[in-house]
């Protein structure tokens, strides 16, 4: 904590704990990296497993879309070994994909949500619903989903399919399951401990259980979030599993041009690339605006979940009704703040921003 005032980690301290108190969250954990260095570690709240335990720096949470990112960087590292270019058809890398409006998908377009395909197939969800999935059974619903509009064309939020899309993707171009190559060639060489798509029953004890909120749409959302087949079947827009500590580290070596503890991870260049604007637009359907780089949602101008007036260069994700997770260049800061509170995004938002702009305010003092 040697970065940071004493008076700055207060500060947000006694905010977080203020809203604990208030039962909204139940729990929450923010940690920020500044300059490579863990600056910040708070938690507080009920893991609400029944036992009466607390959260710790080592609880797990329910990161929902925070996991997009680190899934798509699976993508990054290997268009960097040159198997994979942005532009390649995804019908060239997986057969079977590229009919009934689907020809000119490429990899740009899946990873900047214009692939035309951001429903899920109600097959799906009831298939993802099995303890065991059939994968192969899944990837040919997929196939056969007929565009929503033409790829490219238009740009709409891709909330569960972006995450299916880029597992077959890997495992196509990689010939190792997602999962495998994620931990191998991500979250291994991060330091990403407590990572994961496929959460083992060994570690649910540790999980922070998710609560709805009185004014939230969807109760049976966090009955789903908190079930073990959602946490072990990879769906890695939605089911990802984190610490805040990971996931500020994830964004901590991407602020860091890719090094990781003086080492290169991914080149200056591919992080530059992955990190700036590649499409922008108001969603069709969701009227909602959105800025993408390569699976990184980027700041839009004025106030928002990354703080009161962010730079167009920070970059993040955020995750349905709890989290968000962010990388401020100018700063040299990786932050993250999960909570297990589902709330509508009108309340959720400017609770989030708040918790960011203090953020912002202690790294910058």
Request: hydrophobic share 40%; charged share 20%; aromatic share 8%.
């Amino acid at each position: 904590m040697a970065a940071l005032s004493r008076r700055a980690v207060d500060i947000v301290d006694s905010r977080l704990w203020h809203h604990l108190a208030l039962g909204v969250p139940p729990a929450c954990a923010i940690a920020a990296y500044k300059d490579g260095e863990l600056v910040l570690d708070l938690y507080g709240g009920d893991i609400n497993s029944g036992d009466g335990s607390k959260v710790t720096s080592d609880t797990l949470f329910s990161i929902w879309s925070c996991g997009k990112p680190m899934a798509a960087a699976c993508l990054w590292v290997l268009k960097e070994r040159g198997k994979v270019d942005w532009d390649d058809l995804v019908g060239d890398i997986w057969p079977g994909y590229g009919i009934n409006g689907k020809e000119s998908t490429t990899v740009r377009h899946v990873l900047t949500h214009q692939a035309g395909v951001p429903t899920t197939p109600d097959v799906i969800n009831g298939m993802m619903g099995d303890e065991k999935p059939n994968w192969e059974a899944v990837a040919s619903v997929l196939e056969s989903t007929e565009a929503e509009f033409a790829p490219g064309s238009a740009i709409e939020y891709h909330a569960l399919t972006f995450g299916l899309l880029i597992v077959e993707l890997v495992q196509r171009i990689s010939g190792r399951p997602f999962e495998e190559f994620f931990q191998a060639e991500v979250a291994g060489p991060l330091g990403l401990v407590d990572t994961t798509y496929t959460l083992d029953a060994e570690r649910m004890p540790r999980l922070a259980r998710l609560t709805s909120m009185p004014d939230f749409e969807s109760a049976e959302l966090a009955e789903i979030g908190n079930a073990e087949w959602f946490k072990f079947n990879p769906s890695p827009g939605a089911n990802g599993t984190s610490t805040a500590r990971d996931l500020a580290r994830f964004y901590s070596v991407l602020v860091d041009d890719g090094s990781v503890d003086a080492q290169q991870w991914l080149s200056r260049e591919t992080i530059a690339d992955v990190t700036t604007l590649h499409a922008e637009g108001i969603g069709p359907v969701s009227g909602s605006e959105y800025r993408f780089g390569l699976g990184l949602q980027l700041a839009k101008e004025g106030p928002g979940r990354f703080g009161d007036s962010p730079s167009p260069r920070v970059f993040g994700h955020g995750g349905v009704g709890t989290c968000i997770s962010w990388g401020d260049p100018d700063l040299k800061a990786g932050v993250a703040i999960v909570t297990t509170g589902l709330q509508p995004d009108e309340v959720n938002d400017p609770r989030l921003q708040t918790f960011s702009q203090m953020v912002r305010d202690a790294l910058a003092g």
